[in-house]
Every structure is written in structure tokens, then in C-alpha cells.
């Protein structure tokens, strides 16, 4: 660069100028984009939480999201929206919902409205969020949530909120939100689910406008530790068995500390769940997955997306311009360990198209530290890395940089659990939560390990064992993590190992 620029400036003195002007704002500019993920969604700018409205229509796959845009804290929440025909290269839209004089705009869902049962339209786009009233809540009667509607004729590019907001008033219970609706075929009507406290209430309806309640599941079930938010309820099938799955964010009570999102396995019969166990599930272990829920409209693919991030410090990442990104899509499955089924998620297959082919090598030895730095060097902190052994026994990657931080992830044989060590990850003191350790149990009795680890320039995402142990962590590094270490004390033969670049997407 340094160069054309010395050229042009015996030319002209004002190209010179412009051009170190250009220079000096692109340096700026790189400075201040330090931690944005390259392929990653996250908002140019503003706040953004929860993942809201997913709905797959017509080629595109619509994300909305809670979303402050004129702030980087959390603030006066709007539904911001991008669409992507491939789930990984994501284009942003105008805002879709702005705050109204019924309150902001909180989490909720959206769906194919295919028999125009609300009357908006044959295949409207109907969004069901819950309106969040500030004042209201500051009176202290409990009323302040109360779920609405809004609908799109254009595929999603404007909505009408609809004129008989709220649909569903609050009965006085204070966390009273984020409504997650699917068609139920068996029973032929709209199904709601609801976080109401420290449990989840199922509300039906034939016209998506008038809801009559269910049941409610929850009590003495489950971890408790905070409130319930963000459900979801999908069915999943296996080898001709097919359950219901249902997904339950709670902040804070996770096992990672903060926010978390737990799961139940069990049976739905168009009134009520219940529950196959007992043991409480989470999706994923890592510190940072919350609020995640599926698209609708995707037929027997259920695809997943959490924010990656943790409300113990979501307003404290040292980002500048925005704060918030989202996990890769997963696919989610249901898969038999011995009697039991457990949920597993893996990557969605559309992310092969951004990742380059991979370099494979075969029976690899290794008895201390085995560098795979060469390999990984050129390319820029987003790779992903495969790994199998043949035998259950510890081992450690270590990623690291040349100013000394390291971020760990690994298999303990002992306490048959993979982890995620960032308390060296770089910056880790803007909040006292954040240097830690995450834990996640292997759910598989013995045998080699498979992991699969994505990272980017600030996360990594953690698939084990085919997706049955998830670990989710961002860090917030001094330098690209571009260095790799595979590390085990006793000698560990690793069947394969397997290193790719991830393309940028933005
Ligand atoms: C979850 C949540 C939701 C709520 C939204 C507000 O992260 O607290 O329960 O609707 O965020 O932004």
C-alpha cells in the first residue's frame, strides 16, 4: 500500500491526502471490527439478542431479531431482519417491527399462514411476538406482556400489525412471553408455546386470533435456577419412532453459569407434554447459545440458530459498533444412546459450501504436543478441525497466537466430559463470569472420540460424538487464534485428522 501512495504524492498533494485519508479510516475501520465474525450472522450495527420470527418461505429463509439499533447496550427492542437463500450469507432488510403504543418488540415466531385461517391472506406470513409494556411494567401489576400480531403479504419485506392487538392479554403472571406457534395437524388447530415463569402454558387456536389455553408443564421438572423464555416444540423421528422435543431457554440457571437453553424428550398429544425423563438436557453446554429455537416451514428438517452469547455479560463484550452475533445454523436430530434418545445437533450441510476441501491426515501419533500450526496459520482464525481417536483417553487441542493467549478444548477421560477452556483467552476481565471453563458429558458409553471444532476470529463451536455433546464459547482474543497444538500426555494414536479454511461470508 505504502508504495502507490508515495508515487501519487509527488503527483498530486491531493490525491496524496485523500488516499492516507482512505488509508488511516480503513485502518479505523479494521480496528474497530476486531471480534465481527466472518461467518457468523451478526448485525452491522446495534444491539442484537434473541433470534426471532424464523420462517422459511418461498426460497428464503427469513431471520428476525431482537434488535436496539440505535444502541449497542439492550434497548427499545424492534424485530430486525435478514434473509439468506443458503442459511449462511445473510442480507440485511429494513427493520420490520418498531415499537408501537402498545409496547416494544419482544421475542417470538412467525409462520406460513397456508389456508388463510386469520384472514390476512392465503399464505400470509404470520408473526406471533410478545408486546412489552415499560409502563405497565413500572405500575408493577404484573400485565406488561401480552402476545400480538403482525402479518406480510410481500414475503416479508413490510408487515401491518393487526388492529385487534393483544391476542392473547396476560392473566397477571409477570414472564409471560415469547410465543413459539406450529400447525398441530392431529388436532387441526394452531399450538402456542408459551414461557409463563418458571413453567411453559400451551395455548390453541383455529385462526391464530383467539387462544384458549391448554395445559401447562414444568413444575418439579427441570432446572429452576431462573425464568423460562424462548420455548420451542417440534416433533423429531428416528428409525419410525417419532417424539416431541421441547426446548426451554432459562436465565440464569445454566450449567455453564448465566443463560442456557435445557430440553425435554417426551410425547405431545395436541393438549399437553410429558416429559420421557427426568435428567435435565441441554442443548448445548457451552456458555454461549441462549434463546435458540427452529425455523418453521421447513418440513421434517428442524434447523436450529441461538444467539452466542450469555446475559451475564451480552452488554459488556468489548465489540464497538454492534454487540451480538448468532450460532451456525444446526440441524437438529433425535439419536438412540442405548433405551434413551437424546437430541443432537450438528452443523447444517449448507455449510460445506463455505468450507474448502479438507486436508486429511490418517493415524496420526502423538505423545506430548503435535503442531499443526503450519497448516493453519493462512487462515485467518476461521477453520474448522476433525478429529478421531481410536481409543477413549485424553487429549487437549490447544489454539493459540504469538501474544500468548490460548483457548482450550478437550476430552477429560476421568470425568467422561469434553470442556472449553478460555480463562487465558485474551480479554476476559470486563466481567467476572466470563473466565471460565465449560463442561459438557459425554452422553456416549466408551470408545473413540469424534469432535468436530469450528472457529472463527471470536467463537468456537464444539460438536462431539456426532453432536451429542455441544459446547458454544466466544472469546475475545489479542490476535487471530491461528496457532494449533494437538495435545496428549499419554502416546494417542488420532485415526484422522482433518483441518479446512472457512470462507468469510460477509
Ligand atoms: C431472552 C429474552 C426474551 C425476551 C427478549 C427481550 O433473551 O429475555 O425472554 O422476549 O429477550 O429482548
Known sequence: MMKPIQVFCTVSTLVCSLLFQVQSSNAQQNAVETYR?????????????????????????????????????????????????????????????????????FSGSAVVDRDNTAGFGKNALVAIFTHHNQKIEEAKTGLHQYQSLAYSVDEGKTWTKYKGNPVLPNPGIWDFR????????????????????????FY??????????????????????????????????????TKWVLLVSINPGSPSGGSGTQYFIGRFDGQSFVSDHTDTRWVDYGADDYAGITWSNTGERKIFLGWMNNWNYANLVPTQTWRGAMTIPRELTLKPVGKAFYLSSAPVKEFAAITSKAAVLHNVKVKGRYNLSGKTAAFKGKYKLDLTTSTETDFALQFGNAKGDELIVGYDKAS???????????????EKSFARKTVAPR?????????????????????????????????????????????????TTFQKIQYAEIQATR
Open 37 to 105: 465474525p466472518q461467518f457468523h450472522f451478526s448485525p452491522k450495527k446495534g444491539w442484537m439478542n434473541d433470534p426471532n420470527g424464523m420462517v422459511y418461505f418461498n426460497g428464503q429463509y427469513h431471520l428476525f431479531y431482537q434488535h436496539s439499533p440505535n444502541t449497542t447496550i439492550w434497548g427499545p427492542m424492534h424485530w430486525g431482519h435478514a434473509i439468506s437463500k443458503d442459511l449462511m450469507h445473510w442480507e440485511e432488510q429494513p427493520i420490520a417491527l418498531y415499537p408501537d403504543s402498545l409496547g416494544t418488540i
Open 178 to 201: 415469547d410465543p413459539k406457534v406450529m400447525w398441530h395437524e392431529a388436532t387441526k388447530q394452531w399450538v402456542m408455546t408459551l414461557a409463563t415463569k418458571q413453567s411453559i402454558t
Open 204 to 241: 390453541g387456536s383455529k385462526d391464530l386470533k383467539s387462544w384458549n389455553r391448554l395445559s401447562e408443564f414444568g413444575e418439579g421438572i427441570g432446572a429452576h435456577g431462573g425464568v423460562w423464555e424462548c420455548p420451542d416444540l417440534f416433533k423429531l423421528s428416528v428409525n419410525g419412532i
Open 416 to 430: 467422561r466430559s469434553f470442556y472449553v477452556d478460555r480463562t487465558k483467552s485474551g480479554l476476559v476481565n470486563f
Open 443 to 491: 452422553m456416549v458409553k466408551g470408545g473413540g472420540v469424534s469432535l468436530t471444532v469450528i472457529l472463527d476470529v471470536a467463537s468456537v463451536e464444539v460438536f462431539a460424538d456426532g453432536g451429542l455433546s455441544v459446547l458454544t464459547d466466544t472469546f475475545f482474543s489479542n490476535g487471530l487464534l491461528n496457532q494449533v497444538h494437538v495435545q496428549a500426555a499419554q502416546p
